[in-house]
């Protein structure tokens, strides 16, 4: 299980580059603001305020750093911007829950694989197996013919029993065998991919938007999320064919991603 104290410590290297809290440096020396939102975020990895806890007030934290109010403020605007904490204007700065799984978009690999990377047990339930036709704006992003049988899944993804995101998925037909019984695909869709049609995905075209809406999910807790970012994937194998059209709405909150740029 990942704690806390591991997450902010995480982030924290994560972030050790980005001129907001290491950076902010003029003439070789760091500025106030930068070393205290240092100090604050220190604290944080080091566990001395819990997800949800009240940072002390802008007067108490000018006090302990023996500066200005403003000077305060705009450590803790900095803080806010790389997501620690969040303000709340007439009642302070809380800290930020760390989501459930955290993953980078930079490897493609199964929602699973991922899940358990970051220390949790994966859990999948099928809400539905069905084959139909493509739908033709389906067809048009699969660049296939409107003619062509998809199986249409519905899956609910789950971290250590909690829901954190929804998955439609649509596989071609032509890809299964043909005495193959739906009831066969459970878990994994990649290591379906894998294990039982030999299939290897190597590349992935994503696109990633943030929805909200009432209509997403299914199951007991859909009525409990409106907000999601939403993965959306073409997976192709080694020789250009597609093989897995994926829109997946992860819950806001619950997983979030990293994107590590260069400038390499």
Request: charged share 25%; proline share 4%.
């Amino acid at each position: 299980m990942i704690t806390k104290n591991h997450f902010w410590d995480v982030l924290g290297r994560l972030c050790g580059d980005c001129a907001d809290l290491k950076g902010d440096a003029v003439a070789g020396k760091t500025t106030l603001v930068a070393r205290i939102g240092e100090e604050l975020r220190q604290d944080l990895a080091a566990g001395k305020y819990s997800p949800g806890e009240r940072l002390p007030t802008e007067s108490e934290l000018s006090s302990r750093f023996k500066v200005s109010r403003p000077t305060v403020r705009a450590a803790l605007r900095k803080l806010e911007t790389l997501g620690y904490v969040r303000t709340k204007h007439g009642v302070g700065s809380f800290v930020v829950e760390p989501p459930a799984v955290r993953a980078g978009l930079e490897r493609l690999e199964s929602i699973t694989d991922s899940i358990r990377a970051m220390g949790h047990e994966p859990g999948m339930i099928y809400a539905s197996r069905l084959i139909r036709p493509v739908l033709p704006e389906e067809a048009a992003k699969m660049e296939t013919s409107v003619d062509t049988q998809v199986l249409e899944l519905r899956r609910t993804i789950l971290a250590d029993g909690e829901v954190v995101a929804y998955s439609y998925d649509l596989m071609p037909l032509q890809l299964l065998p043909e005495d193959f019984d739906l009831n066969e695909l459970d878990g994994s869709l990649f290591a379906f991919l894998r294990g039982r049609l030999g299939i290897i995905p190597t590349n992935c075209l994503a696109e990633i938007h943030a929805v909200h809406s009432d209509h997403v999910g299914w199951g007991a807790e859909a009525r409990a999320h409106d907000l999601f970012v939403l993965l959306n994937q073409l997976h192709y194998d080694q020789s250009g064919q597609i093989v897995l059209y994926s829109r997946t709405y992860f819950i806001e909150g619950r997983y979030s991603f990293n994107i590590v740029r260069n400038s390499q």
